[in-house]
């Protein structure tokens, strides 16, 4: 019954969230009387390449821990998790427990499913800081910088922190673990209650080490994602006839993204008000005309209002997987519970049936 009633105050949740961001359509039809569909439909098949993206992202992180999977359903993941987030306050959050159920779905243990949550938003953040570096380099050629130039250079300072964190992960597990079991001494705690686990889950997190070419690979894909995101605004401006302010362009798309994702207000950035929108015109130099406002309308319909419902479908489809599984493991073990001495040999039948089971659904 909690479940249920936490269900219908989510999904309320969900529907007063996404209607508070209607008016992202206001006088979309003025704007759009005569589209150009060749572009149009270049931006919708770009963004879904992005999604694609993001999907060979997870697969790769996932692979790399020994979890075997299909890609249509991690993209189906990728879909269901994008609309918990859009729908939903603090939906990152949300999105990320989603995630990490469905990894575990996918045989994932918990430390595997939770670094792969941790690394992919990691390999995201670094791509896009890379992505916003050279966007500040071709603007910086054309005295356009906007000025972002410590702004950006700030974050690509802490991508390259993040980097060197994971480098040394090992001297980093070891004064954790330290730390820990001071901790436990000063609280006059039993040895290893609480350092213990953290050790074991530090050393599975350590025993996920993909290769320079898996990272590398993963990079690619992080990267590829925001580009072809930032892609479906360039044909978006072009669906409408505009033309593509392309030294700001990159730019201006990653202090947008980096300005709605990072809980800090840098120089220059701004501060985020309403969508990622107005941050994408704010920093277009000379882009406030009625072309800019209708490209970023149009990107905003292809990139966030259309997978909205795909993600909400997407879910569905992923939730009654769950289910079905959940009921053929119940199944096996009422067989096994029926068959006597069998039962400790027939335990681990539920297990092998759902990775069956998720395998024929992928």
Known sequence: MTRVVTGFVLLGIACWAVAGKTSELSGFNA???????????????????????????????????????????????????????????????????????????????????????????????????????????????????????????????????????????????????????????????????????????????????????????????GCLTWLADCGCWMFAFLAVGASVPWQGLLLAYCAGQLAATLPITPGGLGVVEGTLTIALVYFVPGANGPGTVAAVLLYRVISFWVPLPVGAGCYAVLLRVKRRVARAAQAALAEANGGGGRSQVMSIEPVALTRKDLEAEG
Request: glycine fraction near 8%; aromatic fraction near 8%.
């Open 31 to 221: 704007f759009l009387a005569q589209p150009r569909w060749g572009w149009l439909i270049a931006a919708a098949v770009i963004e879904a390449l992005s999604y694609a993206s993001m999907a060979c992202l997870q697969r790769e992180l996932l692979r790399a821990g020994d979890a075997r999977c299909r890609l249509p359903r991690v993209l189906l993941i990728t879909f269901a998790s994008n609309s918990v987030q859009s729908a939903l306050p603090v939906g990152a959050g949300f999105a990320a427990l989603y995630q990490f159920g469905q990894y575990q779905l996918l045989g994932a243990d918990e430390v595997l499913a939770g670094w792969v949550v941790l690394a992919t938003a990691g390999v995201l953040f670094v791509s896009v800081a890379s992505l916003a570096g050279i966007g500040l380099a071709m603007a910086a050629s054309t005295g356009n910088a906007f000025d972002l130039v410590e702004a950006i250079i700030g974050v690509i300072i802490v991508a390259m922190l993040a980097s060197i964190v994971w480098v040394e992960r090992a001297t980093i597990s070891q004064l954790l673990v330290r730390a820990t079991a001071g901790a436990e001494r000063l609280l006059r705690r039993p040895p290893g209650q609480v350092s213990g686990p953290v050790a074991h889950a530090l050393e599975r997190m350590r025993a996920v080490a993909p290769t320079k070419a898996e990272w590398l690979r993963a990079l690619g894909w």
